[in-house]
Protein backbone atom coordinates (compact mmCIF):
# COMPACT_ATOMS: atom_id res chain seq x y z
CA UNK A 1 0.00 0.00 0.00
CA UNK A 2 1.42 3.48 -1.28
CA UNK A 3 2.55 5.88 1.71
CA UNK A 4 -0.11 8.10 2.52
CA UNK A 5 1.01 11.91 1.80
CA UNK A 6 0.59 14.67 4.47
CA UNK A 7 0.52 18.68 3.86
CA UNK A 8 3.88 20.51 3.66
CA UNK A 9 4.76 21.53 7.34
CA UNK A 10 3.63 25.36 7.78
CA UNK A 11 0.89 24.50 5.38
CA UNK A 12 -2.86 23.95 6.38
CA UNK A 13 -5.90 22.77 5.40
CA UNK A 14 -8.90 25.03 5.83
CA UNK A 15 -11.12 21.84 6.57
CA UNK A 16 -15.20 22.39 5.94
CA UNK A 17 -15.53 22.70 9.93
CA UNK A 18 -13.56 25.51 10.15
CA UNK A 19 -14.67 27.23 6.85
CA UNK A 20 -17.26 29.42 8.51
CA UNK A 21 -15.33 31.34 10.84
CA UNK A 22 -13.14 32.08 7.83
CA UNK A 23 -15.79 33.22 5.82
CA UNK A 24 -17.24 35.15 8.51
CA UNK A 25 -14.47 36.54 8.81
CA UNK A 26 -13.46 37.63 4.90
CA UNK A 27 -17.17 38.69 4.85
CA UNK A 28 -16.67 41.57 7.81
CA UNK A 29 -13.50 42.73 6.04
CA UNK A 30 -15.33 43.31 2.54
CA UNK A 31 -17.67 45.41 4.38
CA UNK A 32 -15.36 46.84 6.18
CA UNK A 33 -13.52 47.64 3.55
CA UNK A 34 -16.54 49.12 1.29
CA UNK A 35 -18.07 51.10 4.32
CA UNK A 36 -14.46 53.34 3.81
CA UNK A 37 -14.62 53.60 0.16
CA UNK A 38 -11.39 50.97 -0.54
CA UNK A 39 -10.68 49.01 -3.77
CA UNK A 40 -9.56 45.58 -3.86
CA UNK A 41 -6.82 44.64 -5.98
CA UNK A 42 -5.20 41.10 -6.58
CA UNK A 43 -1.79 40.40 -7.28
CA UNK A 44 0.08 37.55 -8.52
CA UNK A 45 1.19 34.93 -5.62
CA UNK A 46 4.53 34.31 -7.64
CA UNK A 47 6.88 37.89 -8.38
CA UNK A 48 10.20 38.27 -9.60
CA UNK A 49 12.70 37.93 -6.69
CA UNK A 50 14.39 41.37 -7.15
CA UNK A 51 10.87 43.20 -6.13
CA UNK A 52 11.53 41.79 -2.96
CA UNK A 53 14.97 42.32 -2.81
CA UNK A 54 15.14 46.20 -3.85
CA UNK A 55 12.11 46.42 -1.51
CA UNK A 56 11.85 44.45 1.67
CA UNK A 57 15.93 45.26 1.70
CA UNK A 58 18.87 42.29 1.75
CA UNK A 59 19.27 42.91 4.75
CA UNK A 60 16.48 41.74 6.22
CA UNK A 61 14.85 38.07 7.53
CA UNK A 62 12.62 37.81 5.29
CA UNK A 63 15.25 38.01 2.28
CA UNK A 64 18.08 36.39 4.17
CA UNK A 65 16.45 33.48 5.43
CA UNK A 66 12.15 33.43 4.96
CA UNK A 67 11.49 33.37 1.31
CA UNK A 68 10.66 30.51 -1.06
CA UNK A 69 12.95 31.27 -4.44
CA UNK A 70 13.35 29.31 -7.25
CA UNK A 71 14.54 29.29 -10.98
CA UNK A 72 11.51 28.39 -13.51
CA UNK A 73 12.50 26.80 -16.88
CA UNK A 74 14.17 30.36 -18.50
CA UNK A 75 16.27 30.97 -16.05
CA UNK A 76 14.22 33.96 -14.10
CA UNK A 77 14.88 33.65 -10.60
CA UNK A 78 10.99 33.91 -8.79
CA UNK A 79 9.48 34.14 -5.37
CA UNK A 80 6.77 33.32 -4.04
CA UNK A 81 5.45 36.74 -2.59
CA UNK A 82 6.41 36.84 1.21
CA UNK A 83 3.99 40.03 1.92
CA UNK A 84 1.55 42.01 -0.15
CA UNK A 85 3.14 46.11 -0.68
CA UNK A 86 5.58 45.08 -2.92
CA UNK A 87 2.97 43.55 -5.40
CA UNK A 88 0.62 46.09 -4.67
CA UNK A 89 3.16 49.04 -5.48
CA UNK A 90 4.47 46.93 -8.70
CA UNK A 91 0.99 46.70 -10.13
CA UNK A 92 0.12 50.21 -9.48
CA UNK A 93 3.37 51.01 -11.03
CA UNK A 94 2.25 49.24 -13.89
CA UNK A 95 -0.84 49.77 -14.81
CA UNK A 96 -0.20 54.06 -14.06
CA UNK A 97 -2.61 54.05 -11.27
CA UNK A 98 -0.54 55.97 -9.25
CA UNK A 99 1.01 59.00 -10.73
CA UNK A 100 -0.76 61.81 -9.59
CA UNK A 101 -3.88 59.60 -8.11
CA UNK A 102 -4.78 59.13 -4.89
CA UNK A 103 -5.77 55.37 -4.43
CA UNK A 104 -7.35 53.37 -1.50
CA UNK A 105 -6.67 50.08 -1.95
CA UNK A 106 -6.58 46.95 -0.38
CA UNK A 107 -5.95 42.86 -0.64
CA UNK A 108 -6.56 39.60 0.50
CA UNK A 109 -4.89 36.18 0.09
CA UNK A 110 -2.21 33.60 0.47
CA UNK A 111 1.67 35.01 1.80
CA UNK A 112 4.73 32.61 2.04
CA UNK A 113 7.57 32.92 4.62
CA UNK A 114 10.13 29.95 6.30
CA UNK A 115 9.53 30.42 9.63
CA UNK A 116 9.35 27.96 12.46
CA UNK A 117 5.68 26.62 12.48
CA UNK A 118 3.87 28.11 15.81
CA UNK A 119 0.59 28.78 16.96
CA UNK A 120 -0.98 32.17 14.66
CA UNK A 121 2.59 31.69 12.47
CA UNK A 122 2.00 29.60 9.29
CA UNK A 123 4.53 28.75 6.17
CA UNK A 124 1.58 29.67 4.29
CA UNK A 125 -0.57 32.76 5.86
CA UNK A 126 -3.36 34.66 4.65
CA UNK A 127 -3.09 38.82 4.87
CA UNK A 128 -4.71 41.56 4.68
CA UNK A 129 -3.35 44.48 3.56
CA UNK A 130 -4.78 47.76 3.20
CA UNK A 131 -2.67 50.49 0.75
CA UNK A 132 -3.38 54.04 0.52
CA UNK A 133 -1.43 56.45 -2.12
CA UNK A 134 -1.02 59.55 -2.96
CA UNK A 135 -1.61 61.44 0.33
CA UNK A 136 1.06 62.59 2.33
CA UNK A 137 -1.08 64.18 5.58
CA UNK A 138 -1.17 62.23 8.85
CA UNK A 139 -5.05 62.46 8.56
CA UNK A 140 -5.13 59.43 6.12
CA UNK A 141 -2.37 57.73 8.70
CA UNK A 142 -4.92 57.85 11.32
CA UNK A 143 -8.04 56.86 8.83
CA UNK A 144 -5.55 53.40 8.36
CA UNK A 145 -5.44 52.96 12.65
CA UNK A 146 -8.94 54.17 13.24
CA UNK A 147 -9.63 51.08 10.39
CA UNK A 148 -7.79 48.58 12.13
CA UNK A 149 -9.38 49.57 15.65
CA UNK A 150 -12.91 49.60 13.95
CA UNK A 151 -12.12 45.81 13.39
CA UNK A 152 -11.68 44.76 16.44
CA UNK A 153 -14.72 46.32 17.76
CA UNK A 154 -16.79 44.17 15.34
CA UNK A 155 -15.02 41.37 15.34
CA UNK A 156 -15.39 41.22 19.63
CA UNK A 157 -12.03 41.56 20.70
CA UNK A 158 -10.70 43.94 23.44
CA UNK A 159 -7.62 44.17 25.02
CA UNK A 160 -5.37 45.06 22.32
CA UNK A 161 -2.89 48.02 22.53
CA UNK A 162 -1.47 50.52 19.71
CA UNK A 163 1.91 51.30 19.81
CA UNK A 164 3.22 54.08 17.71
CA UNK A 165 6.44 55.68 16.60
CA UNK A 166 7.89 57.73 14.32
CA UNK A 167 11.02 57.09 11.74
CA UNK A 168 11.16 60.92 10.16
CA UNK A 169 12.35 61.46 7.03
CA UNK A 170 15.30 60.00 5.01
CA UNK A 171 17.40 62.70 6.42
CA UNK A 172 17.10 62.45 9.70
CA UNK A 173 17.65 58.80 9.96
CA UNK A 174 20.77 59.68 8.00
CA UNK A 175 22.18 61.73 10.97
CA UNK A 176 20.50 59.09 13.39
CA UNK A 177 22.50 56.40 11.82
CA UNK A 178 26.01 58.23 12.16
CA UNK A 179 25.17 58.87 15.64
CA UNK A 180 23.64 54.92 16.27
CA UNK A 181 26.50 53.13 14.48
CA UNK A 182 29.18 55.14 16.02
CA UNK A 183 27.30 53.88 19.36
CA UNK A 184 26.67 50.42 18.00
CA UNK A 185 30.51 49.90 17.92
CA UNK A 186 31.33 50.66 21.03
CA UNK A 187 29.50 47.85 22.15
CA UNK A 188 30.46 45.33 19.87
CA UNK A 189 31.43 42.85 22.67
CA UNK A 190 27.38 42.87 23.16
CA UNK A 191 26.27 42.38 19.53
CA UNK A 192 24.68 39.23 18.51
CA UNK A 193 25.59 37.93 14.88
CA UNK A 194 22.69 39.05 12.92
CA UNK A 195 23.17 42.32 14.80
CA UNK A 196 26.65 42.54 13.96
CA UNK A 197 25.75 41.73 10.50
CA UNK A 198 23.95 44.59 10.64
CA UNK A 199 25.43 47.14 11.88
CA UNK A 200 26.65 48.96 9.18
CA UNK A 201 23.67 47.79 6.47
CA UNK A 202 20.54 48.52 8.26
CA UNK A 203 21.93 49.50 12.12
CA UNK A 204 18.10 50.60 12.81
CA UNK A 205 17.10 46.80 12.52
CA UNK A 206 19.27 46.24 15.36
CA UNK A 207 16.57 48.36 17.74
CA UNK A 208 14.35 45.62 15.98
CA UNK A 209 16.18 42.55 18.05
CA UNK A 210 14.53 40.68 19.44
CA UNK A 211 17.23 38.78 21.71
CA UNK A 212 16.77 39.41 25.69
CA UNK A 213 20.27 39.60 25.97
CA UNK A 214 20.35 42.56 24.26
CA UNK A 215 17.55 44.49 26.07
CA UNK A 216 19.79 46.90 27.93
CA UNK A 217 22.23 47.80 25.11
CA UNK A 218 19.22 48.71 22.99
CA UNK A 219 17.08 50.45 25.48
CA UNK A 220 20.21 52.76 26.34
CA UNK A 221 20.62 53.49 22.69
CA UNK A 222 20.41 56.97 21.62
CA UNK A 223 16.91 58.41 20.62
CA UNK A 224 15.83 58.64 17.21
CA UNK A 225 13.17 61.32 18.27
CA UNK A 226 16.28 63.82 19.34
CA UNK A 227 17.67 63.21 15.77
CA UNK A 228 14.31 64.45 13.97
CA UNK A 229 13.48 67.32 11.31
CA UNK A 230 11.46 69.37 12.01
CA UNK A 231 8.16 68.47 9.31
CA UNK A 232 8.50 65.30 10.83
CA UNK A 233 7.84 66.27 14.53
CA UNK A 234 4.60 68.15 12.78
CA UNK A 235 3.30 65.00 10.96
CA UNK A 236 3.90 62.85 14.04
CA UNK A 237 2.25 65.34 16.42
CA UNK A 238 -0.78 66.12 14.07
CA UNK A 239 -1.37 61.97 13.94
CA UNK A 240 -1.81 61.90 17.64
CA UNK A 241 -4.34 65.23 17.72
CA UNK A 242 -5.92 63.39 15.28
CA UNK A 243 -6.11 59.45 16.80
CA UNK A 244 -6.75 61.74 20.60
CA UNK A 245 -9.72 63.34 18.54
CA UNK A 246 -10.92 59.79 17.41
CA UNK A 247 -11.01 58.44 21.11
CA UNK A 248 -7.88 56.10 20.52
CA UNK A 249 -5.45 55.25 23.46
CA UNK A 250 -2.08 54.96 21.99
CA UNK A 251 1.75 54.11 24.00
CA UNK A 252 4.87 55.73 22.04
CA UNK A 253 7.48 53.00 21.76
CA UNK A 254 10.75 54.91 20.40
CA UNK A 255 12.04 51.28 19.58
CA UNK A 256 9.55 50.31 17.29
CA UNK A 257 11.04 50.59 13.94
CA UNK A 258 9.45 47.54 11.84
CA UNK A 259 11.21 44.80 9.92
CA UNK A 260 10.91 45.83 7.11
CA UNK A 261 13.80 48.54 4.96
CA UNK A 262 11.00 51.01 3.47
CA UNK A 263 9.34 52.48 6.39
CA UNK A 264 9.27 56.22 6.62
CA UNK A 265 7.91 58.38 9.73
CA UNK A 266 4.57 57.01 11.21
CA UNK A 267 5.38 53.31 12.30
CA UNK A 268 3.04 51.42 14.06
CA UNK A 269 1.80 47.52 15.65
CA UNK A 270 -1.83 46.32 17.59
CA UNK A 271 -0.28 43.84 20.08
CA UNK A 272 -1.45 41.78 22.40
CA UNK A 273 0.02 39.72 25.27
CA UNK A 274 -2.40 36.77 24.52
CA UNK A 275 -0.42 34.84 21.77
CA UNK A 276 3.19 34.57 23.46
CA UNK A 277 5.78 36.06 22.33
CA UNK A 278 3.87 36.23 18.65
CA UNK A 279 2.14 39.03 19.89
CA UNK A 280 1.49 41.62 16.76
CA UNK A 281 -1.50 40.74 14.76
CA UNK A 282 -1.40 44.17 13.04
CA UNK A 283 1.35 46.37 11.85
CA UNK A 284 2.09 48.92 9.23
CA UNK A 285 3.24 52.61 8.80
CA UNK A 286 3.99 55.01 6.06
CA UNK A 287 6.37 54.14 2.83
CA UNK A 288 6.64 57.24 0.98
CA UNK A 289 9.96 56.55 -1.29
CA UNK A 290 8.68 52.83 -1.89
CA UNK A 291 7.02 53.80 -5.45
CA UNK A 292 10.02 55.80 -6.49
CA UNK A 293 12.87 52.62 -5.40
CA UNK A 294 10.63 50.11 -7.24
CA UNK A 295 10.92 52.65 -10.99
CA UNK A 296 7.63 54.48 -10.38
CA UNK A 297 6.65 58.64 -10.21
CA UNK A 298 7.66 59.38 -6.80
CA UNK A 299 3.76 59.02 -4.55
CA UNK A 300 3.29 59.31 -0.55
CA UNK A 301 2.23 55.74 0.87
CA UNK A 302 0.62 54.65 3.58
CA UNK A 303 -1.18 50.77 4.81
CA UNK A 304 -0.80 47.86 7.40
CA UNK A 305 -1.06 44.51 7.32
CA UNK A 306 -3.15 41.43 9.15
CA UNK A 307 -2.06 37.69 9.62
CA UNK A 308 -5.22 36.56 9.51
CA UNK A 309 -4.06 33.07 10.96
CA UNK A 310 -2.77 35.27 13.69
CA UNK A 311 -6.05 37.35 14.14
CA UNK A 312 -7.90 34.29 14.14
CA UNK A 313 -6.24 32.50 16.81
CA UNK A 314 -6.93 35.96 18.95
CA UNK A 315 -9.78 35.29 18.86
CA UNK A 316 -10.17 31.69 19.76
CA UNK A 317 -7.76 32.28 23.16
CA UNK A 318 -9.92 35.08 24.30
CA UNK A 319 -13.24 32.86 23.42
CA UNK A 320 -14.61 35.18 20.54
CA UNK A 321 -16.33 33.00 18.24
CA UNK A 322 -18.37 33.41 15.19
CA UNK A 323 -21.86 31.55 15.13
CA UNK A 324 -21.92 29.03 11.74
CA UNK A 325 -24.96 29.65 10.03
CA UNK A 326 -27.19 26.63 10.74
CA UNK A 327 -29.53 24.51 7.63
CA UNK A 328 -32.86 26.32 7.90
CA UNK A 329 -34.81 23.71 5.76
CA UNK A 330 -34.03 19.89 5.39
CA UNK A 331 -35.91 18.98 1.92
CA UNK A 332 -36.61 14.98 2.08
CA UNK A 333 -37.94 13.10 -0.80
CA UNK A 334 -39.50 9.91 0.64
CA UNK A 335 -38.67 7.87 -1.57
CA UNK A 336 -36.85 7.42 -5.17
CA UNK A 337 -39.79 8.42 -6.97
CA UNK A 338 -39.88 11.63 -4.97
CA UNK A 339 -36.77 12.92 -6.09
CA UNK A 340 -37.47 14.37 -9.35
CA UNK A 341 -40.30 16.71 -7.49
CA UNK A 342 -37.78 17.70 -4.56
CA UNK A 343 -35.01 18.67 -6.45
CA UNK A 344 -37.67 20.92 -8.41
CA UNK A 345 -39.30 22.18 -4.98
CA UNK A 346 -35.71 22.95 -3.39
CA UNK A 347 -34.71 24.68 -6.59
CA UNK A 348 -38.00 26.75 -6.60
CA UNK A 349 -37.21 27.53 -3.00
CA UNK A 350 -34.25 29.07 -3.82
CA UNK A 351 -35.13 30.77 -6.36
CA UNK A 352 -38.28 32.69 -3.97
CA UNK A 353 -35.90 32.46 -0.86
CA UNK A 354 -32.31 33.23 -1.44
CA UNK A 355 -31.46 33.88 2.04
CA UNK A 356 -32.82 30.40 3.27
CA UNK A 357 -29.86 27.62 3.94
CA UNK A 358 -31.86 24.68 2.12
CA UNK A 359 -30.02 21.02 2.35
CA UNK A 360 -31.99 18.38 -0.05
CA UNK A 361 -31.65 14.87 1.55
CA UNK A 362 -29.38 12.64 -1.08
CA UNK A 363 -28.25 9.68 -1.09
CA UNK A 364 -31.76 7.18 0.23
CA UNK A 365 -31.53 5.06 3.31
CA UNK A 366 -34.32 4.25 5.55
CA UNK A 367 -36.78 6.60 7.25
CA UNK A 368 -35.19 6.16 10.55
CA UNK A 369 -31.69 6.81 9.12
CA UNK A 370 -32.94 10.04 6.98
CA UNK A 371 -34.74 11.45 9.89
CA UNK A 372 -30.65 10.81 11.74
CA UNK A 373 -29.33 13.25 9.30
CA UNK A 374 -31.73 15.45 9.23
CA UNK A 375 -31.76 16.02 12.81
CA UNK A 376 -28.12 16.50 12.70
CA UNK A 377 -27.82 18.93 10.09
CA UNK A 378 -29.16 21.09 12.27
CA UNK A 379 -32.26 22.46 10.54
CA UNK A 380 -35.26 24.39 11.74
CA UNK A 381 -38.02 22.08 10.34
CA UNK A 382 -38.29 19.27 7.65
CA UNK A 383 -39.87 19.06 4.82
CA UNK A 384 -41.24 15.78 3.19
CA UNK A 385 -42.11 15.35 -0.53
CA UNK A 386 -43.78 11.93 -0.97
CA UNK A 387 -46.24 10.74 -3.79
CA UNK A 388 -48.67 9.51 -1.26
CA UNK A 389 -49.25 13.76 -1.50
CA UNK A 390 -48.90 14.54 -4.49
CA UNK A 391 -50.10 18.03 -4.21
CA UNK A 392 -49.12 19.02 -0.51
CA UNK A 393 -45.80 18.88 1.34
CA UNK A 394 -45.44 17.32 4.98
CA UNK A 395 -43.74 20.02 7.70
CA UNK A 396 -42.37 18.91 10.74
CA UNK A 397 -40.71 21.08 13.36
CA UNK A 398 -37.12 19.84 14.85
CA UNK A 399 -36.47 22.30 17.22
CA UNK A 400 -40.47 23.08 17.99
CA UNK A 401 -42.87 21.28 20.08
CA UNK A 402 -45.43 21.34 17.24
CA UNK A 403 -47.51 18.81 15.52
CA UNK A 404 -46.80 17.91 11.92
CA UNK A 405 -48.64 19.86 9.56
CA UNK A 406 -49.48 19.96 5.73
CA UNK A 407 -49.50 22.79 3.21
CA UNK A 408 -50.30 23.05 -0.23
CA UNK A 409 -47.42 22.89 -2.44
CA UNK A 410 -47.58 25.57 -4.24
CA UNK A 411 -48.07 27.61 -1.06
CA UNK A 412 -45.12 26.50 0.44
CA UNK A 413 -42.83 29.54 -0.34
CA UNK A 414 -45.91 32.18 1.04
CA UNK A 415 -45.46 29.93 4.50
CA UNK A 416 -42.44 30.39 4.71
CA UNK A 417 -41.97 33.76 3.98
CA UNK A 418 -44.26 34.35 6.90
CA UNK A 419 -42.17 31.73 9.25
Avoid at 252 to 261: A, E, K, S, T
Wanted: net charge negative.
Amino acid sequence: MAKSLKSIRGMHDVLPEDSPRWQAFEAIIRRLMTAYAYSEIRTPIVESTDLFCRSIGEVTDIVEKEMYTFEDRNGDLLTLRPEGTASCVRSGIQHGILHNQIRRLWYMGPMFRHERPQKGRYRQFQQLGVETFGIADADVDAELIIISARLWRELGLKDLRLELNTLGSAESRARYREVLVEYLETHRDQLDEDSLRRVYKNPLRVLDSKNPEMAGLISNAPDLHDYLDEESVEHFENLKVYLDAAGIDYIINPRLVRGLDYYCKTVFEWVTDSLGAQGTVCAGGRYDGLVEQLGGKASPAAGFAIGMERLLALMEETGVAFQETPIDIYLLPRASSDIERGLKLAESLRDALPELKIQMHCGGGSNKSQMKKADKSGAEMVLFVSDEEPDRVAIKYLREDREQQFVDQDAVVSFLQKK
